[in-house]
């Protein structure tokens, strides 16, 4: 599928240059028209006859020239760069220019004779000597110079897209990175707790393992993808949320709201899993009586809203969660950033109600389509 859709993407490509570069051949022609129908007796539309026919056919044989050496270079030479961006070289390209401005004019004003009827007209007639050598001389001026104008226009856009898939090489590595380090932060901290409860509470412990090997199974397929439903990551939360059910008891309540009509939204995997293991240290294990934990999801217009709230000690207590120190809220905003730019934002505030605690709160741009399985 990939490979499918890169060739996709050349092809338009190569299309929308075709266009370009057909536009301005016929703006040129255009160009020479009015100017041999206000230097010669010869009327605008037939000097724009012969200037079409002849820049067309010119750019024509310019343009078949150069992508059938590059495709034959790229057939001996998988690896030469300038045939990859179908340019065979100048080498190769300066004796073809002058065939094909020869031959193009030639061609060109014998087919603007079949159109218009007439045998010749000034400055462009081969069949008269003294005018023969400066149009050719002009032709060939002109076919070197849109050339070299089209080889620019299309190594700077070449440029462009190395430069493009460049950084979206870094934002993947940088993404993948991030992502690299999530889960390993969640088993150290769950892994300190279970060594704990390990000396307190072995039954407990051993529940408490077992709902980790759960969660890890669950997490695996969806830390390998690129993006997972909403649904998907609400199940993965409640996973943690029992996970961390086994070692606080009663003293962690839960509650998760996602309306049906959001669950087929697709979502970076586990991004809101931080956010409720911020919650549960930093809000509710200091609190004596514990507290409930809140994820909740809504639509805002073009934007999805995440919600991860909880009633513990407020952000007061919490100390340097307040600014958004932790490993949990820096990985998120990361993760966000790397993926939307300025689209997406994560802000963490306190509730301002009489349960007390704070409310961590995700904006992020929707992305209607379901999840589909790509073939290779």
């Known amino acids: 599928m990939e490979s499918s859709e890169h060739r996709l993407t050349q092809q338009v490509t190569l299309?929308?240059?075709?266009?370009?570069?057909?536009?301005?051949?016929?703006?040129?022609a255009v160009g020479i028209a009015l100017f041999l129908g206000l230097t010669t007796p010869q009327s605008f539309l037939v000097a724009l006859v012969y200037s079409l026919c002849i820049s067309l056919c010119i750019q024509a044989?310019?343009?078949?020239?150069?992508?059938?050496?590059?495709?034959?270079?790229?057939?001996?030479?998988?690896?030469?760069?300038?045939?990859?961006?179908?340019?065979?070289?100048?080498?190769?390209?300066?004796?073809?220019?002058?065939?094909?401005?020869?031959?193009?004019?030639?061609?060109?004003?014998?087919?603007?004779?079949?159109?218009?009827?007439?045998?010749?007209?000034?400055?462009?007639?081969?069949?008269d000597p003294r005018a023969l050598f400066p149009t050719i001389a002009v032709v060939f001026m002109i076919s070197i110079g849109c050339t070299y104008f089209f080889y620019s226009r299309g190594r700077i856009a070449a440029m462009e897209v190395q430069a493009q898939s460049a950084l979206r090489a870094a934002a993947e590595n940088q993404l993948k990175l991030l992502e690299s380090q999530l889960e390993p932060h969640m088993l150290f901290n769950t892994l300190a707790n279970l060594r704990v409860l390990i000396r307190l509470d072995p039954p407990r412990a051993e529940a408490m393992l077992d709902r980790?090997?759960?969660?890890?199974?669950?997490?695996?397929?969806?830390?390998?993808?690129?993006?997972?439903?909403?649904?998907?990551?609400?199940?993965?939360?409640?996973?943690?949320?029992?996970?961390?059910?086994?070692?606080?008891?009663p003293r962690l309540r839960s509650r998760l709201y996602l309306p049906p009509e959001l669950a087929n939204l697709e979502v970076p995997p586990l991004l809101?899993?931080?956010?409720?293991?911020?919650?549960?240290k930093h809000g509710?294990?200091?609190?004596?009586?514990?507290?409930?934990?809140?994820?909740?999801?809504?639509?805002?217009?073009?934007?999805?809203?995440?919600?991860?709230?909880?009633?513990?000690?407020?952000?007061?207590q919490a100390g340097a969660a307040a600014d958004g120190t932790h490993f949990g809220m820096r990985q998120v905003r990361d993760r966000?950033?790397?993926?939307?730019?300025?689209?997406?934002?994560?802000?963490?505030?306190?509730?301002?109600?009489?349960?007390?605690?704070?409310?961590?709160?995700?904006?992020?741009p929707i992305q209607e389509h379901e999840k589909t399985e790509k073939s290779a």
């Open 15 to 28: 299309l929308r240059n075709l266009g370009r570069e057909l536009r301005i051949s016929i703006g040129l």
């Open 272 to 280: 809101l899993q931080p956010l409720v293991e911020n919650a549960i």
């Open 212 to 249: 980790l090997i759960a969660f890890l199974r669950a997490t695996l397929a969806a830390s390998q993808a690129g993006t997972h439903s909403l649904s998907a990551e609400f199940a993965r939360i409640d996973d943690y949320l029992e996970l961390m059910q086994v070692r606080m008891g």
């Open 284 to 316: 509710l294990e200091p609190h004596v009586d514990g507290g409930r934990i809140e994820v909740t999801a809504r639509r805002q217009d073009v934007m999805l809203v995440l919600t991860v709230r909880d009633t513990g000690v407020g952000l007061a």
């Open 336 to 364: 966000l950033a790397t993926l939307y730019g300025s689209g997406a934002a994560l802000a963490l505030a306190p509730t301002g109600d009489a349960e007390g605690g704070c409310v961590a709160t995700v904006h992020l």
């Open 61 to 127: 044989l310019i343009s078949v020239g150069r992508f059938g050496m590059s495709h034959q270079l790229r057939r001996h030479y998988p690896q030469r760069r300038s045939a990859l961006n179908n340019w065979p070289g100048w080498p190769l390209m300066a004796p073809w220019v002058v065939v094909a401005g020869i031959a193009g004019y030639y061609g060109g004003h014998w087919l603007a004779d079949l159109l218009t009827g007439a045998k010749s007209i000034a400055v462009a007639a081969p069949h």
